[in-house]
């Protein structure tokens, strides 16, 4: 079964009869699978069959807009890497405009979606790192409601998310108190270009007038189940003037936390050596812009 409703109503309806308690057909109990860009579902069809229902969102344009308010940055499920890209949006985005940059083909990035990255909740889901040190909120809609989550609870594990069966993703909500300062992002992976990431760092600062880092935040992905903040880090960024030695702080004990794995791109070790590396790199990137 496949429908593409033009209306938001339409498809949290859509959405709510697959998880009413008695479906009046066998097929209305099967869940949806939602389609957004498509570039998660029709690949994964090489190797399965296309799912029985799909729930084509294309046609919601009132997912594909960004906008903002006095308190908040809202980006709609719709939203494209290369809308991202192309947004007006204050320093603190670059890191995530960077990760939209390294986000496949321009092909890719002109049809798939960072909504649909983060339901992806893939370990190497480029998108996160960067919304993780923007302190970003997950906005669930269904018939029932809204209700907002941080990215850190929406985001479970590998292929897991919080979102139930009835709830469509319908925006990232950035509070404006954490859009502040600048940002930058570096992914590194075999080869340059359309690569899974081994390790990848997104990293804001904000500072005084003095020079003095106000506000800290880095990330790491790919070297975990979900990417992490960096919190032991970025406390000890705080009150450090802002130069080019910021990458001197950084240690082994900063990323005790992480879990990286062995597979065919990289071994875990390597990985967390590549992640130190790219820690310092990003610091001393914007350790220079700033000053």
Not at 12 to 40: C, F, H, Y
Not at 185 to 202: C, E, P, Q
Not at 251 to 259: E, M, R
């Amino acid at each position: 079964m496949y429908a593409q409703p033009d209306d938001l109503d339409d498809a949290l309806r859509l959405l709510q009869d697959s998880n009413s308690i008695q479906p009046k057909t066998a097929e209305m109990a099967v869940p949806w699978t939602i389609l957004a860009g498509g570039t998660d579902v029709y690949p994964s069809s090489y190797e399965k069959s296309m799912p029985r229902r799909i729930l084509d969102l294309h046609l919601l344009h009132e997912l594909k807009h960004i906008g903002q308010n006095a308190s908040r940055i809202r980006i709609g499920a719709g939203v494209t890497w290369s809308d991202l890209i192309q947004a007006e949006l204050p320093p603190a985005f670059d890191a995530l405009k960077l990760a939209a940059r390294e986000v496949g083909s321009v092909q890719i990035q002109n049809q798939g979606t960072l909504v649909g990255n983060l339901c992806n909740a893939s370990p190497a889901a480029d998108g996160v790192p960067p919304l993780l040190v923007l302190n970003a909120m997950v906005e669930l809609t269904s018939i029932r409601g809204i209700r907002t989550l941080p990215l850190t609870e929406f985001i479970l594990g590998n292929r897991l998310t919080a979102r139930q069966q009835d709830e469509l993703v319908t925006a990232i909500v950035i509070p404006k108190e954490f859009a502040s300062g600048h940002s930058s992002f570096v992914k590194l992976g075999a080869r340059k270009y359309l690569i899974i990431s081994i390790s990848m760092v997104a990293a804001r600062l904000a500072c005084d007038e003095e020079g003095l880092i106000t506000d800290a935040a880095v990330s790491v992905g790919s070297c975990s189940l979900v990417a992490q903040r960096l919190t032991a880090l970025e406390r000890q960024l705080i009150s450090q003037r802002v130069d080019d030695n910021l990458a001197a702080l950084v240690s082994v004990a900063h990323i005790d936390s992480l879990a990286p794995i062995d597979d065919v791109r990289s071994t875990a070790h390597y990985r967390k050596q590549a992640s130190i590396e790219l820690i310092q790199r990003t610091l001393t990137s914007l350790g220079k812009s700033l000053s």
